[in-house]
């Protein structure tokens, strides 16, 4: 059975990079609706409007719309051997749309909570810059680039600057995830498919901790190898 791979955690709190991570090395696709949406609020139209002032204002887009960029991207060729979900659910009714379409794609869910104390988060987001061209996610306190403000491996390419990644509106992004987001936690806690990592440590050790759950997930769904 192929799996779901949903990265939960607050704004900051490393799902990017280490879905990132897992796609370079697992080769399965991350499907980020933030980054999906973000590139489709540059385009000209009605519905890019919409999505440019519901994130800009930190709230969430609606589930329809989310729900559908979500089918749509999951039933692609790519997706067959499973994927990665990076902000994906964000409500119940988002949750409740994913079990249906895990059952219809007979894949299994796994959901696994990147844990960092809402004091480091503030310089997570504010601090975070990323290359337009290859989407490497950099921290100016954390992982700063080699030359100020330049993509290590794309040196013309001036790194960018969210922008929902003020204080003003890291606040409330922050309030909208304690509200709207957190209580999934407890929906996968209470179905035995939640595992927690320790995020506040380096993305490699992280990473770690995300391989041996997963490895130990294979290994339980397949007892007589
Ligand atoms: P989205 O783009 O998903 O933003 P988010 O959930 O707020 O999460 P971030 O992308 O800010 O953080 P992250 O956890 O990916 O952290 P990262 O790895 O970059 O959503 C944006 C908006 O889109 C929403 O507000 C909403 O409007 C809309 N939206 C998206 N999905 C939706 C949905 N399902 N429904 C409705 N609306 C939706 O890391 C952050 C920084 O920390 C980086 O600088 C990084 O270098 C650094 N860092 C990472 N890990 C570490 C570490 N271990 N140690 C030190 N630094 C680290
Ligand atoms: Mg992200």
Known sequence: MS??????????????TQARLL????????ISTGDILRARAEQQDSLADEIRSVQAEGKLASDDLVGRVVQERTSQEDCRQGYILDGFPRTTAQAEML????????????????DVPSELLEKRTTGRRSCP??????NIYFKPPKVDNACDQHPNALLEQRADDTPEKVR?????????T???????????????????????????????????????????D
């Open 182 to 224: 957190a209580p999934l936690l407890d929906y996968y806690q209470g179905t035995g498919r939640l595992h927690r990592v320790d995020g506040t440590r380096s993305p490699e050790e992280i990473y770690s901790d995300l391989e041996k759950i997963l490895n130990n997930e294979v290994v339980r769904a397949n007892p007589a």
């Open 3 to 16: 799996k779901i791979i949903v990265l939960m955690g607050a704004p900051g709190a490393g799902k990017g």
């Open 23 to 30: 796609q370079e090395r697992l080769h399965l696709p991350q």
């Open 133 to 138: 061209v290859c989407g490497e996610i950099y």
């Open 99 to 114: 079990e249906g379409l895990a059952a219809k794609q007979g894949n299994d869910i796994s959901a696994i909570f990147v």
């Open 172 to 180: 409330v992004r922050l309030e909208t995830y304690a509200r709207e």
